[in-house]
């Protein structure tokens, strides 16, 4: 194992840790402090910090990882805080964690009593091992026993791999490490790799991920480096060694100003390498957020001594105050659409409001099926680029994954959320638009209206058209989608854009 001390930021291992950062793609996290024996009036002070670094990817049949020991009893905190919660935020590289909450508490506690930083309060995308075991479990057709699991445990289990829990509450303040402790340390963090890589093989050999890789990314593959590692079929070998290996050399020859401000970590610039293919799939369907509520700032008496938390806990309630109201730049994302027409896609309860849209002739989706999961949701939304409408506020956690494609809709009535919506995004309606667009399905309609005839025709053994309608002299059309029938459409169009008073001049000519 590949293991490197850092204890000072004008060390050459802080340069490595740094340039390593900036090539990672999977983080195991894992933190070690001296237990607290008295009154819980304060956390533990974390006094190391591991940093296992996955770098490439093992798909593409080229791999490496290191493992970092940042020493916080002699890192100066201030200065390294940044770097740390870029690592922990960066969309670019997925974090694993043991159950890392409790972790993540203790380090922002450590890094808030040392500097007045404010400390740490989310990591994403993650994923908890416990959660990588129990869908391991579930694939093997296992019974997933309701007590989690130690990590020794998964590891003994899944890698085969023999971990020492007897250091674990040793003296984690003690300077110099021991070797056990240095080599404890650094296994605890770099199984997670190594748990997490029989995961993302078992996920990539099942193949649901691997479908639709062409439709995928067409429209955002810009051309470059990035572009071509995103390429599914391309020599991923070749090009990601190429890529690594440029981007040493750019950082070995970059000034030595530049290299020292690096060192110095006061201006970290990192150049991410972004996420491959079947790795950004896995973190889109199975990465977590991991969120510490304002109350997670303050030690509890209640909480029983050494007790880890339960797994993840997403702190809704801070969700619903980060998220409360569309907070996006522009209404939506104007490469889908940003020609005032964005497409949408209704979650089931503002389903109503789809057929709204589809009557001003707006292309407006719901769900593929009928109790759809929120990733079903998000997948849907990304892959065919819709906006998607919801007032699950819930759903806005996912927000990172498909940036300013959710609108959270505030009314409550389907009338108020269409001109909502209209508002919002701006939205040109024009009159052509108003019939073209089963309400049904979602369908454009047939170019022409039918005749009596023809819509007598089309509608054999299929729908049955009222005779009350075919002395009224009544135009129909038809959906091309799902053949469905339209005759009442023009009433009850104007009916609702009455009702809105929305389009005001057209009432003339109605
Ligand atoms: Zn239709």
Known sequence: MDTHIVSSID???????????SKSTVIGLDAEWKPVR???STFPTVT????????????AGWDESVVFLLDLSSLPLPSIWELIKDV??????????????????????TF??????????????????????????????????????????ICEEILGLHLSKELQCSDWSHRPLTEEQIRYAAKDAHCLLGIFKIFQAKVIKEGPLCNHVNEQHQSNVSLGLKGILEM???????????????????????????????????????????????????VRKYGEKLFLRVSDRNPKASRRKGKRLSSVVVCEEKQLENYGDWQGPPPWDI??????????????????????????????????????????????????????????????RHQYLIKNQIYRVNNLLKNEQLLEVIEAFQLKISEDQLMSRCTKCNGRFIQKPLTVEEAIEAAKGFQKIPNCLFDKNLEFWQCMDCNQLYWEVVYFLFSLILEMSFFSNTENTL
């Open 38 to 40: 008295s009154q819980r």
């Open 48 to 59: 190391l910090l591991q940093l296992a670094c996955q770098i490439g990817d093992d798909s």
């Open 335 to 396: 490469s889908l659409g940003g020609d005032g027409c964005p497409k949408f896609l209704c979650d089931v309860m503002v389903e109503g409001l789809a057929k709204h849209l589809r009557c001003v002739g707006v292309d407006a989706a719901v769900p593929h099926s009928r109790k759809p999961e929120p990733r079903e949701l998000i997948d849907q939304a990304y892959k065919e680029k819709r906006v998607l409408l919801t007032r699950d506020a819930k759903l806005l």
């Open 112 to 153: 808030r009593a040392q500097g007045g930083n404010p400390g740490f309060d989310q990591v994403e995308p993650y994923m908890d091992i416990t959660n990588i075991y129990k869908f391991l479990q579930h694939k093997q057709g296992k019974k997933i026993s309701k007590d989690t699991k130690s990590l020794s445990a």
């Open 88 to 109: 922990l935020v960066s969309p670019d590289i997925l974090k694993l964690g043991f159950k890392f909450k409790q972790d993540l508490i203790y380090l922002s506690s």
């Open 232 to 282: 599914p079929d391309c020599e991923n070998k070749l090009v990601g060694r190429k890529f690594c290996n440029a981007l040493d050399i750019v950082q070995a020859t970059a000034s030595s100003e530049e290299c020292e401000r690096i060192a110095r970590g006061v201006e970290v610039i990192r150049k991410t390498k972004p996420m491959d293919e079947s790795l950004w799939k896995i």
């Open 11 to 21: 060390s050459s291992e802080f340069t490595h840790l740094t340039r390593t950062l």
